[in-house]
């Protein structure tokens, strides 16, 4: 038989955990061989009998026993997704697209800025780079989410801070229970969407680079700001969404103009994008 | 062609409708008469290659196991008649899509095993433009055999080795060639080149400089059918989408179009192309600019047939800049 890039991969269910009431965190293990993935790369899961969709690996890429997809519940399969139990098994293809260009950036500052379910991605980058922490500068994170609730990897934050990484959270409404959050050196009782948050941190964006993923509207405004603030076009890497279907670059449903964003992307420096009328 | 169907499925131009252009249809007994080789049929050949449907796997649930499975079928003596320039051409561009690794396994068997017999062109039709896009009306490469129509009969040339089994299989209907025979192909292709190549004096405009708002004057026009892109050669774009009885599943391929209006929208209703505009201008887009960035070539090429279907009259010549 000729190999079948359609055909997934069987991978078992080894954990689920509720990040969020919207976003699970699913721990995959493929039934034959390993998943090696970079930060920033996606997959496509199967859950049989519904469908297939793609999700970004949110886990570290050094961790070659397991995989983590974490999963915003929006639709059909990620509705199904979260009915997901353990020991169910699931299809998974990929790794697919580029995934973020660290090797380029080592010994550089780097911001990372997130919104929503946007911070799947993000995390594995962030994983990535504390596992080799000597090899970058100052590492920086903003995050958001519409309300204290929907902040995810609540207990994973203060660990970051540890190795070294300034966290900064915010929500756009905020509650009692945002008052006493042990999240961040000062974010923790910041309210306001994500680009409230650059008041607060001191770039260099002479030496940095930003990484940025969240909603289009969020990525929007963080792309204006960054450049005001001078980060060139070329230092500012989006990881961007489209419809997806095969993940191949063959389908033509996730095309930005002449990009597929399953090859070319998901990750592109602004550059790429900034004579498009309207990327995001 | 009788005989040749006695041994092939053969799938030839055919005029199912007196006055209308011919469609592709299986050549038997009853049509024969029905046989069109001069004009080139309506229907684009893609869709031996890439069907409206087709199933990627099938899978099996049962207590903790999950059992898939797949076949790419071979296709057996299917053999394709009355291809153009244009239609080889664009199963090249194809080919550049689909069989880009990770290939294709369903697409790749059937271009290995499908018999490819070209035509020169005798008679281009109005729309036809395939010069303007770098083409000659008659094919280079690309066949299994081609046929180059002369006075009194076909001139018949190999151009693969199964091309050359059939030639020998078939020896005796293609008798040997003379000279003259050989002279007499390249007066007519020339003339229908010029033919073809005289009717247009404006060259291609690059549409990667014009704004948004240069559509808008087809967008006005577009009733949304698709027509264009279900009859167009070299269109690809496909959707996958899952079907479930009890226990049994499977995944699907199927036919899809960049101009409806569900492409891009995803979950929660956000559209990136929510306006036709922008989706009628990323086809023609995609067809001179993006293709051609991406694989060094222009997606069109030049079959006229979106020219002919477009209920609205949209004329990708004149988006193009040529008329
Ligand atoms: C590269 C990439 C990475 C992503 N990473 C994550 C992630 O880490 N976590 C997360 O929660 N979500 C992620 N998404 C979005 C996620 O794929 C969609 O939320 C999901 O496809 C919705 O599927 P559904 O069946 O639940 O929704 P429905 O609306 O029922 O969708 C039906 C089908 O449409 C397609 N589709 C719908 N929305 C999208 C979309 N936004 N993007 C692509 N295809 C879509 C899918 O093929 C899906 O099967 C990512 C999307 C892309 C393109
Ligand atoms: S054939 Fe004409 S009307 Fe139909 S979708 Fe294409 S451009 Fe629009
Ligand atoms: S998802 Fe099919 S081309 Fe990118």
Redesign the interface.
Same mark, same amino acid.
């Not at chain 1, 049989?48 to 297939?52: A, C, L």
């Not at chain 1, 191949?248 to 449903?253: M, Q, S, V």
């Not at chain 2, 690809?236 to 899952?242: G, P, T």
């Given at each position: 038989?000729?190999?079948?890039?359609?055909?997934?991969r069987?991978a078992e269910v080894l954990e689920v955990k509720e990040e969020s009431p919207e976003v699970k965190t699913l721990k995959l293990k493929l039934k034959e061989g390993r998943m090696k993935f970079k930060a920033g790369q996606f997959l496509e899961l199967t859950v049989?009998?519904?469908?297939?969709a793609p999700f970004t690996f949110s886990s570290s890429p050094f961790n070659l026993e397991s995989f983590e997809v974490s999963i915003a519940k929006?639709?059909s399969v990620?509705g199904a997704a979260h009915r997901l139990k353990r020991?169910e098994?699931v299809?998974v293809r990929g790794p697919f697209g580029n995934g973020f260009p660290l090797e380029e950036y080592k010994g550089r500052d780097l911001l990372i800025v997130g919104g929503g379910i946007g911070i799947a991605p993000l995390r594995s980058l962030l994983y990535a780079l504390v596992a080799e922490r000597s090899e970058y500068g100052e590492l920086k994170l903003l995050y958001g989410a519409r309300s204290p609730s929907l902040i995810i990897y609540k207990d994973e934050w203060e660990k970051f801070m540890e190795k070294d990484v300034e966290v900064y959270l915010t929500v756009d409404v905020g509650d009692e229970t945002w008052r006493c959050g042990p999240y961040g050196p000062c974010g923790y009782t910041h309210v306001g969407v994500v680009t409230t948050l650059f008041d607060l941190v001191k770039l260099n964006p002479e030496k940095c680079v930003a990484f940025v993923c969240g909603p289009?509207i969020m990525i929007k405004f963080t792309v204006q700001r960054l450049l005001q603030l001078g980060f060139p076009a070329s230092r500012i890497y989006l990881s961007l969404?489209?419809?997806m279907?095969?993940g191949?670059?063959?389908?033509?449903?996730c095309?930005?103009?002449?990009y597929y964003v399953c090859k070319d992307g998901p990750v592109f420096p602004f550059e790429m994008l900034k004579d498009i009328?309207?990327p995001? | 062609m009788l005989t040749l169907s006695k041994h092939y499925t053969l799938v030839a131009p055919i005029v199912e409708t007196p006055g209308k252009p011919p469609i592709l249809s299986q050549l038997n007994h009853a049509n024969f008469n029905r046989l069109e080789l001069k004009i080139r049929p309506l229907t684009p050949y893609k869709f031996f290659f890439q069907p409206p449907s087709e199933e990627?796997?099938t899978?099996k649930?049962a207590e903790?196991?999950?059992e898939?499975g797949?076949e790419?079928k071979k296709p057996e003596n299917l053999l394709l008649l009355g291809l153009r320039s244009c239609d080889l051409k664009a199963l090249e561009k194809l080919d550049m899509?689909?069989l /880009?690794e990770?290939?294709? !396994?369903f697409y790749? =068997?059937k271009r290995e095993n499908i018999l490819l017999v070209s035509l020169d062109c005798s008679e281009p039709s109005p729309s036809c433009f395939c010069t303007e896009v770098g083409l000659k009306p008659y094919p280079e490469e690309g066949y299994d055999l081609n046929l180059s129509r002369i006075e009194g009969g076909y001139l018949a040339e190999a151009g693969s080795g199964k091309g050359e089994e059939l030639l020998k299989q078939f020896e005796d209907l293609f008798a040997g060639e003379s000279e003259g025979q050989l002279e007499q192909r390249s007066e007519r292709r020339e003339a229908v080149y010029r033919k073809v190549k005289e009717a247009y004096t404006k060259p291609l405009k690059d549409l990667s400089k014009v704004g /948004?708002e240069y559509f808008m004057e087809f967008t006005k026009r577009c009733v949304e059918c698709s027509g264009c892109v279900f009859t167009c050669p070299t269109c690809?774009?496909?959707?996958? =989408?899952?079907y479930?009885q009890r226990e049994l599943?499977g995944?699907l391929?199927t036919i899809?179009s960049?101009l409806f209006e569900g492409?891009?929208?995803?979950?929660?209703g956000?559209n !990136?192309r929510a306006t036709l505009n =922008?989706r009628l201008r990323?086809r023609f887009?995609?067809k001179f600019?993006?293709f051609k960035?991406?694989y060094g070539e222009y997606g069109c090429v030049g079959c006229g047939r979106c020219v002919e279907v477009c209920p609205g009259e949209i004329d990708i010549r004149e988006a193009a800049g040529l008329i």
């Open positions: 038989m000729s190999s079948n890039p359609y055909l997934p069987l049989f009998g519904v469908g297939e929006v639709g990620t020991g098994l299809g289009p969404e489209r419809m279907k095969c191949l670059g063959k389908c033509g449903h095309n930005i103009e002449g009328p309207h995001f | 990627l796997f899978y649930l903790g196991v999950v898939l797949y790419v899509v689909m /880009e990770p290939a294709d !396994p790749k =068997s /948004e690809h774009c496909f959707y996958i =989408s899952d479930r599943g995944r391929k899809d960049c492409f891009q929208r995803v979950a929660a956000v !990136p =922008s990323q887009l995609k600019v993006y960035q991406r």
